[in-house]
């Protein structure tokens, strides 16, 4: 099994930062990609930026130039900096990866539990 844990979630004021981590362990034998959703109260969970094993970022629209993305393979873990923070980002954060298992070849999409993010504003 996958587990994957975020950290790094809090209360801030509008114009600060945070950063978000995301840990994956378990039966790991490759990652192609990590993504960071959030979702707000009454709204469908968005994506908000993403990261390929081979380096490939993108970003919603609303969080570029604000928002870093990175990843640290040997860890399994993803990190999104996030600057200049909003209180239209407030939501809970989650991560999802798309992993191999170990004697598999199977992709399997894997969710951590989520962090709430807050900006006051």
């Known amino acids: 099994q996958v587990q994957l844990v975020e950290s790094g979630g809090g209360l801030v004021q509008s114009g600060g930062s945070l950063r978000l981590s995301c840990e994956a362990s378990?039966?790991?034998?490759?990652?192609?990609?990590m993504d960071w959703y959030r979702q707000a109260p009454g709204n469908q969970r968005e994506l908000v930026a993403g990261?390929?094993?081979?380096?490939?970022?993108n970003y919603a629209d609303s969080v570029k130039g604000r928002f870093t993305i990175s990843r640290d393979g040997a860890r399994n873990t993803a990190y999104l900096q996030m600057n200049s923070l909003k209180p239209e980002d407030t939501a809970v954060y989650y991560c999802?990866?798309?992993?191999?298992?170990?004697?598999?070849?199977?992709?399997?999409?894997?969710w951590g539990q989520g962090t709430q993010v807050t900006v006051s504003s």
């Open positions: 378990g039966s790991i034998s490759r990652i192609n990609r």
């Open positions: 999802n990866a798309h992993v191999v298992r170990i004697s598999s070849t199977v992709v399997f999409s894997y």
């Open positions: 990261i390929e094993s081979g380096g490939s970022i």
